[in-house]
Nanobody, 123 residues
Framework: QVQLVESGGGLVQAGGSLRLSCAASGGTISMYTMGWFRQAPGKEREFVAVISRSGRITNYVDSVRGRFTISRDDAKNTVWLQMNDMGLEDTGVYYC????????????????WGQGTQVTVSS
């Protein structure tokens, strides 16, 4: 069973950047489509980005496209989310997800979730 641990969150000013990491243990992420989600206060969890098992296919929610980049290194069993030009709307708890069906993402996410890392963007 895969365990996921997110890190890299924190407080950043608007226009700044953060890089989130999702480190896996107990299994290899090479078997999985990997995704990032976020949940803002008072809102439902929403899809942010997904990367295929090969790493060749990525997709993003429109609000982050061009600003965020998802990447993976299976040798390090880690997925990253590079966030640039951040805005107040990017505030939330960011979660990593493993598994799921890329063809039906984010409707069909994987069974494995991390505990989340808090990202706060200030003006």
């Amino acid at each position: 069973q895969v365990q996921l641990v997110e890190s890299g969150g924190g407080l950043v000013q608007a226009g700044g950047s953060l890089r989130l990491s999702c480190a896996a243990s107990g299994g290899t992420i090479s078997m999985y489509t990997m995704g990032w989600f976020r949940q803002a206060p008072g809102k439902e969890r929403e899809f942010v980005a997904v990367i295929s098992r090969s790493g060749r296919i990525t997709n993003y929610v429109d609000s982050v496209r061009g600003r965020f980049t998802i990447s993976r290194d299976d040798a390090k069993n880690t997925v990253w989310l590079q966030m640039n030009d951040m805005g107040l709307e990017d505030t939330g708890v960011y979660y990593c997800n493993a598994g799921g069906d890329l063809r039906n993402y984010p409707a069909k996410t994987g069974a494995y979730w991390g505990q989340g890392t808090q990202v706060t963007v200030s003006s």
